[in-house]
């Protein structure tokens, strides 16, 4: 009893004022002396300062925070004057000022947990997998039943073959270059001692006309087209031209090619979640608008969702979702807002978001063959004849493997940031493939998000867009042109 009460003493001296600790005693008898009413009186005032303190320093806070807030407003009507302006003399040369800033969620270190709230009522837990990519996993994304609802949907639809056999590109392309079969011999070898190893034609392309090359279908076709006359696995000048595109295609279509040699061995088809589609549909829509944080109409602009089912036996090889963006590389969701007549075309996936409808029985898993790893050389991708791309055989060796558990979402980004809140470079680490699938099939869906690393023609394409929009409603387009190039800006 004693010894709490002359702590509490104790604490009224400290905090109130200089005096010592009272005892007990001293302290009950004096309710009404002069020392007791003046340490309560500093008691008073030092609560009635603090209180002084606080108001003058919420006031310079409102006073502050208004007149940034006047700053922006002054300079958003700038903008859309002067957007308004250009636009009645140009469509399409508008310049959009970028005042918004792409949300990328933080991963903090690998294996930190953070809870996010994407349905009501329930909280989900994200756990990030890798930094590069940055990478999360969120188990229990979707429910048993909406799994279910997105494979019949999908099996209503009907699912078409990923990759046809063979597509014939590889010849088209030399056409174009219109490259004698000396200059692609030199391009070929790497280290230039005039002769072809094996690592350096996969290096070079894993893959020719749909067909992934290891270094066992390459020995098959030099014997097939007797292009190895000495059989020491090299290929020399004279060697090399015997394998030109019209044998290499003679070949592959009297041998026949089966499925387990192309890129991808799987069926896939595609589901679009706008308004009156399937409800389930709209509701995985609007929790991938929450998980990513970002302006809903860049989801409702992207891709629909692909389902793919990959039977026993199924795979696909390590690759990017998307290509590096250079400044000719056109977006293929924004080519309506873009000049067309460039030649390099990538789908621009900003995030992969990656469900796993079914847990598969055996193998199936999601490689990563180099997330996280402290440095990434192309070369380097075959080493002593392991090709770390090659999900068929050594998926065992990849630094990071998730496996397909029903319901779970993985998600990455497939770029990185500018340092200004838009997309930055390719990240290349975000390489990933389908393992081999061992025992049972295995169903994926895939959302991606497209977003052009050129904020211009991203904002141009949903001007477009909302333009279009507009038009179908109604045909006073030239009053709601205004309005909408406001609006774009928002929108972003
Ligand atoms: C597209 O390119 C043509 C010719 O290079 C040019 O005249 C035109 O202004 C360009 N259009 C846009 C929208 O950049
Ligand atoms: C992964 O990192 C190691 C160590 O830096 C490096 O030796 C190896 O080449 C890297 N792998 C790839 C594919 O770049």
Same mark, same amino acid.
């Given at each position: 009893?004693?010894? $709490?009460?002359?702590?509490?003493?104790?604490?009224?001296?400290?905090?109130?004022?200089?005096?010592?600790?009272?005892?007990?005693? $001293?302290?009950?008898?004096?309710?009404?002396?002069?020392?007791?009413?003046?340490?309560?009186?500093?008691?008073?005032?030092?609560?009635?300062?603090?209180?002084?303190?606080?108001?003058?320093?919420?006031?310079?806070?409102?006073?502050?925070?208004?007149?940034?807030?006047?700053?922006?407003?002054?300079?958003?009507?700038?903008?859309?004057?002067?957007?308004?302006?250009?636009?009645?003399?140009?469509?399409?040369?508008?310049?959009?000022?970028?005042?918004?800033?792409?949300?990328?969620?933080?991963?903090?270190?690998?294996?930190?947990?953070?809870?996010?709230?994407?349905?009501?009522?329930?909280?989900?837990?994200?756990?990030?997998?890798?930094?590069?990519?940055?990478?999360?996993?969120?188990?229990?994304?979707?429910?048993?039943?909406?799994?279910?609802?997105?494979?019949?949907?999908?099996?209503?639809?009907?699912?078409?073959?990923?990759?046809?056999?063979?597509?014939?590109?590889?010849?088209?392309?030399?056409?174009?270059?219109?490259?004698?079969?000396?200059?692609?011999?030199?391009?070929?070898?790497?280290?230039?001692?005039?002769?072809?190893?094996?690592?350096?034609?996969?290096?070079?392309?894993?893959?020719?006309?749909?067909?992934?090359?290891?270094?066992?279908?390459?020995?098959?076709?030099?014997?097939?087209?007797?292009?190895?006359?000495?059989?020491?696995?090299?290929?020399?000048?004279?060697?090399?031209?015997?394998?030109?595109?019209?044998?290499?295609?003679?070949?592959?279509?009297?041998?026949?090619?089966?499925?387990?040699?192309?890129?991808?061995?799987?069926?896939?088809?595609?589901?679009?979640?706008?308004?009156?589609?399937?409800?389930?549909?709209?509701?995985?829509?609007?929790?991938?608008?929450?998980? $990513?944080?970002?302006?809903?109409?860049?989801?409702?602009?992207?891709?629909?969702?692909?389902?793919?089912?990959?039977?026993?036996?199924?795979?696909?090889?390590?690759?990017?979702?998307?290509?590096?963006?250079?400044?000719? $590389?056109?977006?293929?969701?924004?080519?309506?807002?873009?000049?067309?007549?460039?030649?390099?075309?990538?789908?621009?996936?900003?995030?992969?978001?990656?469900?796993?409808?079914?847990?598969?029985?055996?193998?199936?898993?999601?490689?990563?063959?180099?997330?996280?790893?402290?440095?990434?050389?192309?070369?380097?991708?075959?080493?002593?004849?392991?090709?770390?791309?090659?999900?068929?055989?050594?998926?065992?060796?990849?630094?990071?493997?998730?496996?397909?558990?029903?319901?779970?979402?993985?998600?990455?980004?497939?770029?990185?940031?500018?340092?200004?809140?838009?997309?930055?470079?390719?990240?290349?680490?975000?390489?990933?493939?389908?393992?081999?699938?061992?025992?049972?099939?295995?169903?994926?869906?895939?959302?991606?998000?497209?977003?052009?690393?050129?904020?211009?023609?991203?904002?141009?394409?949903?001007?477009?867009?909302?333009?279009?929009?507009?038009?179908?409603?109604?045909?006073?387009?030239?009053?709601?042109?205004?309005?909408?190039?406001?609006?774009?800006?928002?929108?972003?």
């Amino acid at each position: 009893m004693t010894g $709490t009460q002359s702590s509490q003493g104790g604490e009224v001296g400290t905090s109130g004022s200089a005096t010592l600790p009272l005892n007990p005693q $001293t302290e009950r008898l004096c309710n009404k002396t002069s020392i007791c009413s003046r340490s309560y009186f500093v008691v008073v005032m030092v609560f009635f300062h603090v209180y002084i303190i606080n108001v003058i320093a919420l006031l310079f806070y409102v006073h502050y925070s208004s007149g940034q807030e006047d700053d922006s407003r002054s300079r958003d009507a700038q903008n859309s004057d002067h957007s308004r302006v250009n636009s009645r003399d140009a469509p399409s040369k508008v310049e959009y000022q970028r005042d918004f800033s792409l949300p990328r969620i933080e991963g903090i270190r690998v294996g930190h947990v953070q809870k996010v709230s994407l349905t009501p009522g329930k909280e989900h837990l994200m756990r990030t997998l890798s930094m590069k990519p940055l990478l999360f996993e969120i188990p229990n994304f979707l429910s048993e039943d909406e799994c279910q609802v997105v494979m019949q949907l999908a099996q209503l639809k009907g699912l078409m073959e990923s990759q046809l056999m063979v597509q014939g590109d590889h010849e088209e392309l030399v056409k174009e270059l219109n490259l004698s079969p000396e200059e692609i011999f030199n391009l070929l070898d790497i280290n230039q001692d005039g002769q072809l190893q094996q690592t350096e034609i996969l290096t070079h392309s894993r893959v020719r006309d749909g067909i992934w090359l290891t270094p066992d279908t390459l020995t098959e076709i030099y014997a097939g087209l007797k292009a190895d006359k000495n059989g020491d696995g090299l290929l020399s000048i004279e060697e090399f031209r015997l394998l030109s595109s019209d044998a290499f295609q003679r070949f592959l279509q009297q041998q026949g090619v089966k499925k387990s040699q192309l890129v991808r061995n799987s069926r896939h088809t595609w589901l679009y979640q706008g308004e009156g589609t399937h409800k389930v549909l709209q509701d995985i829509k609007k929790r991938v608008i929450k998980l $990513t944080r970002l302006p809903p109409v860049l989801v409702d602009l992207s891709e629909p969702l692909q389902v793919v089912r990959y039977e026993e036996g199924g795979h696909y090889h390590a690759h990017h979702d998307s290509g590096p963006v250079y400044p000719e $590389t056109a977006c293929t969701h924004t080519r309506l807002a873009a000049n067309t007549s460039t030649p390099f075309e990538t789908s621009c996936r900003y995030i992969t978001v990656l469900f796993y409808l079914n847990s598969v029985e055996g193998g199936g898993e999601t490689a990563f063959p180099v997330a996280d790893n402290r440095t990434y050389d192309e070369v380097s991708l075959i080493q002593n004849d392991v090709d770390l791309l090659d999900t068929r055989r050594n998926c065992d060796k990849s630094n990071l493997r998730v496996k397909p558990t029903k319901g779970k979402a993985v998600f990455w980004y497939n770029y990185l940031s500018d340092g200004k809140g838009w997309v930055g470079e390719q990240d290349e680490y975000a390489l990933h493939g389908g393992c081999v699938v061992t025992h049972g099939t295995k169903w994926v869906a895939n959302k991606w998000i497209n977003i052009d690393p050129d904020y211009q023609r991203q904002a141009r394409y949903q001007q477009l867009v909302s333009q279009q929009l507009d038009n179908s409603d109604d045909d006073s387009s030239t009053v709601s042109y205004d309005t909408h190039s406001s609006n774009a800006h928002q929108d972003l």
